[in-house]
């Protein structure tokens, strides 16, 4: 389906739940959240419907997120009913990798096509102070095991904070030297736990370029990611420049937060309820929130925050 300004909105991110075993610093508040009472949460029969009304109007991808996803209670047979839905050619999970030495396995065989995970450092005490709970072992446990189980194309999601990771960037893109994986280098948003970082901390993708040389354009963009490649390597690298661009003219996704609220646009704090309708008037609520898509988010940048008005856990990172 298409948006009045020509987009092709074929792309949805449903978050499935707003909890999470970390408590990284630019998502979500260290003390945690409170747990919303079960009738506040979208039921996994509701999700089901709600992708199955997408699909109608001709969502294709859906990328499944949280808070953490794989804490979801069922999490491995609502992704298995999602991959069966007519319609839907591809089923992505964002995920901090942890559990996936408990789920990779039964993911995949559920129909899960691929993986992103999230590591903003590969230094262990630099891991655990982003994080506030989190081992970096465990995440690689988790990366190790998706390899093992046959995921492919996998992503590294590393999010760029001057001053905290920005040293390890070439560590990261050596990573793609021999190993078949991509690393997205993504920038820092000014949006919920972000809002609160030094405007140091605000850095451009063009770092990476900066202090990675040897990396050579592909001239090729996938989604919002800009791809390079170091020569011969068997991986690439994305940058993802959410602050120093905009993807407005070419934005094809919409949200689905946890407590079934419809994001049209990130940034915005425009949100249309699909709790408690059934699939008919889901898909009538789906159709005018994708018309009524934001042409262009506002300016975004460390002095113009987001207006959102949720933290990242709670609208689906």
């Known amino acids: 389906m298409k948006d009045q300004y020509n987009r092709d909105i074929n792309y949805m991110r449903v978050s499935v739940t707003e909890l999470c075993n970390l408590r ?15 009738e506040e949460m979208m039921t996994a029969e509701e999700t089901i419907m709600a992708v199955s009304a997408a699909a109608r109007l001709g969502i294709r991808k859906i990328r499944i997120t949280g808070g953490e996803p794989l804490v979801k209670r069922g999490i491995v047979k609502l992704c298995g009913a999602i991959a069966d839905i007519p319609g839907i050619e591809e089923v992505c999970i964002t995920t901090n990798g942890t559990l996936l030495p408990k789920y990779a396995k039964d993911l995949k065989a559920a129909g899960v096509d691929r993986l992103n995970i999230s590591l903003d450092t590969l230094n262990p005490e630099k891991y655990h102070h982003i994080t506030r709970l989190g081992e970096l072992s ?64 605000f850095v451009s993708c063009d770092t990476v370029l900066e202090k990675v040389p040897q990396l050579r354009s592909l001239n090729r963009e996938e989604g919002v990611a800009r791809l390079y490649a170091l020569p011969g390597a068997a991986g690439r690298v994305g940058l993802i ?69 949720r933290d990242m856990n709670q609208i689906g990172g």
């Open 24 to 38: 990284c610093r630019y998502c979500m508040p260290e003390e945690g959240i409170a747990k919303k009472a079960h």
């Open 138 to 201: 465990d995440a690689l446990a988790g990366l190790k095991a998706a390899e093992d189980v046959g995921f492919t194309n996998i992503k590294i999601n590393n999010v760029l904070m001057g001053g905290f990771n920005d040293d390890e960037t070439e560590d990261f893109v050596n990573l793609t030297r021999e190993q078949p994986i991509e690393v997205r280098f993504i920038e820092l948003m000014p949006i919920g736990g972000g809002i609160g970082f030094d405007r140091a901390q």
């Open 241 to 309: 420049r959410p602050v120093s661009c905009d993807f407005c003219e070419g934005c094809n996704k919409i949200r689905l937060t946890a407590d079934g609220k419809l994001k049209p646009c990130l940034h915005s704090d425009q949100e249309i309820s699909l709790k408690g309708l059934n699939e008919d008037q889901m898909e009538e609520t789906l159709r005018g929130a994708i018309m009524d898509k934001p042409q262009k988010r506002e300016e975004l940048g460390a002095d113009s925050p987001s207006k959102a008005g």
